[in-house]
């Protein structure tokens, strides 16, 4: 079963970036679709971006495209997020997750979850 714990999160200004890692450990991290989801205060937890297990296919929501990008290093078993021009509206928790469906935008297709890392954006 896999364990997964991110890291990274913080305090950013508007505009400003910041890099979350998520590490994977207990499983064959190269095996799964590696994807990012957030929550804020009050709201459904949503899609960020995903990766495939080779890193050939990826895919966003498209408020973060342009801004953000997913990347992995299975060697080291981790996936990152980096995010760039951030907005007060990117402010919500982030949850690392992984999962077998290519493409998969929904919570519930990834079997596997970090406790997630808090990103808040100031004006």
């Known amino acids: 079963q896999a364990q997964l714990v991110e890291s990274g999160g913080g305090v950013a200004q508007t505009g400003a970036s910041l890099r979350l890692s998520c590490v994977a450990s207990?499983?064959?991290?190269?095996?799964?679709?590696m994807g990012w989801f957030r929550q804020a205060p009050g709201k459904e937890r949503e899609f960020v971006a995903a990766i495939t297990r080779n890193g050939f296919s990826i895919n966003y929501h498209e408020s973060v495209k342009g801004r953000f990008t997913i990347s992995r290093d299975n060697a080291k078993d981790t996936v990152y997020l980096q995010m760039n021009s951030l907005k007060p509206t990117d402010t919500a928790v982030y949850y690392c997750?992984?999962?077998?469906?290519?493409?998969?935008?929904?919570?519930?297709?990834?079997?596997?979850w970090g406790q997630g890392t808090q990103v808040t954006v100031s004006t």
């Open positions: 207990g499983e064959t991290f190269s095996r799964h679709v």
């Open positions: 997750a992984a999962g077998d469906l290519v493409g998969s935008t929904f919570v519930a297709d990834y079997a596997y």
